[in-house]
C-alpha cells in the first residue's frame, strides 16, 4: 500500500508550499495594482496633454486606486464610438458637433463638463495669394475639414449667412495633417481647422483666415463618458472635473511655461503654441442644459443638409453635476 509522509521537510511538500506562497503573491501583487481608468484623447487635447504630460491624474487617482490608460484618437467621432463601444471610459475635449453625430448613431453620453466657448480658435483659411476675399467666393470650390468636427459646423453657418448651402461647395473630408498637406500643395482651395493647426498654417504659411467663429459658431468642447462607467464610478468623475478645472486656469495664467511644456508633445514652435491657447478659454464648467442650447442649432443644421441619418434631441444626454454646484 502506498502511504504518504506527512513531514514539511519531503521535497515534494516544500515544492507545492512554495507553489501556493508564489500564487499568493502574484495574487496579491494583481490586488495591488491600480485599474486601470482608460481615457481617449487626441493630440489637441490640450488640458487632458498637460495632465498627462505633468502626470497629475496619475497622482489624483491613485487614492482611488486607479490610474490612467492612454488612447490617442485621430479626431472627435473615432473617439466616441470608442466610448459608446466600451473601449474606453472617458473622452477628452471634443468639438460640440461630435456628440451630435454620436447620438444619431444611438450612443448614450454622459457629458462630464464644458469649456465656455472659443469661437476664434476655429477658421476658413486660404492661401496667402488666394483670390479668394469673402465666404461667398467659396461657391464651386473644394474646402477641406474633418468630417463632423466643429470647423463642419462652422463651414455650414458661414456659408448659410453668406447665402451659400453646403452643397454649394466641393467638400474634402481630411483629417488635420492630410488637410495641412493638401492646402499647402493647392489641392484644396480653403481649409476648415481649429488650434493649434489654425496656429501653425498662419504662422508657418501665411494663411490667411477667410472667416472664423466669432457671431457663428460658439465653438465650445465638452468632456464626455460612457453613461455606465458615469453613473458607476461618479468619484471618478469628480476627481477629472476638479484637475481639469485647475488645469484650465494654469494654462491661461501660465501661457509661456504651458506653450513649453507642450511645445514638444504636439511638434510645434512655443509661439504657435501659445498664440493657439490665446484663443481658447479653457474655462472648465458644469455642461447644464441652458448652455447645450446651441447643441440642437447644430443638429438641426446638419439634418437640414441631410448630413444626418435622422432627427437628434440634443438634449437626450446624461449630464453630471460636479460637487458644489
Keep these: 500500500m502506498k502511504t504518504f509522509s506527512s513531514s514539511p ?3 515534494g511538500r516544500r515544492t507545492a508550499l512554495a507553489a501556493l506562497a508564489s500564487l499568493a503573491a502574484g495574487g496579491a501583487l494583481a490586488q495591488a495594482r491600480p485599474a486601470a481608468v482608460r481615457i481617449g484623447y487626441q493630440k489637441s487635447s490640450t488640458l487632458i496633454a498637460v495632465l498627462k504630460l505633468q502626470g497629475a491624474l496619475e497622482r489624483a487617482f491613485a487614492p482611488l486606486g486607479l490610474a490612467p490608460s492612454w488612447h490617442e484618437f485621430t479626431s472627435g467621432l473615432p473617439l466616441l464610438e470608442a466610448l459608446n463601444l466600451d473601449n474606453i471610459d472617458l473622452s477628452a475635449d471634443v468639438a ?5 453625430f454620436a447620438q444619431a448613431a444611438g450612443a448614450r453620453l454622459t457629458f462630464v463638463a464644458q469649456e465656455a466657448p472659443s469661437p476664434s480658435a476655429q477658421a476658413i483659411l486660404v492661401r496667402a495669394d488666394s483670390p479668394l476675399r469673402s465666404v461667398a467666393d467659396l461657391k464651386g470650390r473644394r474646402v477641406g475639414f474633418a468630417k463632423a468636427a466643429g470647423v463642419h ?3 455650414i453657418a458661414a456659408l448659410d449667412q453668406a447665402g451659400l448651402s453646403f452643397r454649394d461647395i466641393e467638400p474634402a473630408y481630411l483629417a488635420p ?3 495641412r498637406a493638401a492646402f499647402e500643395r493647392g489641392a484644396i482651395d480653403a481649409w476648415v481647422v481649429w488650434d493649434p493647426f489654425l496656429a501653425a498654417a498662419q ?7 477667410l472667416a472664423d467663429g ?9 468632456y464626455l ?5 458615469a453613473r458607476a464610478h461618479p468619484e471618478v468623475l469628480g476627481v477629472l472635473y ?3 478645472e485647475k488645469t484650465g486656469r494654469w494654462v491661461k495664467a501660465h501661457p509661456k511655461e504651458a506653450a513649453a511644456l507642450l511645445a514638444p508633445f504636439w511638434g510645434l514652435d512655443a509661439a504657435i503654441v501659445e498664440q493657439a491657447n490665446s484663443r481658447r478659454s479653457y474655462a472648465v464648467r458644469e455642461a447644464t442644459r441652458e448652455r447645450l442650447s446651441e447643441q440642437q442649432r447644430i443638429a438641426d443644421a446638419f439634418l437640414a443638409e441631410k448630413l444626418l441619418p435622422r432627427r437628434v434631441d440634443a438634449l437626450d444626454v446624461d449630464l453630471y453635476k460636479p460637487p458644489g454646484a
Design 153 to 155: 459646423y462652422l463651414l
Design 96 to 100: 460640440d458637433t461630435v456628440p451630435v
Design 9 to 11: 521537510f519531503m521535497p
Design 203 to 209: 504662422r508657418q504659411s501665411g494663411a490667411r483666415v
Design 225 to 229: 463618458a460612457g453613461t455606465g462607467f
Design 177 to 179: 495633417a492630410d488637410g
Design 242 to 244: 476638479a484637475e481639469l
Design 214 to 222: 466669432t457671431g457663428l459658431a460658439s465653438y465650445q468642447r465638452y
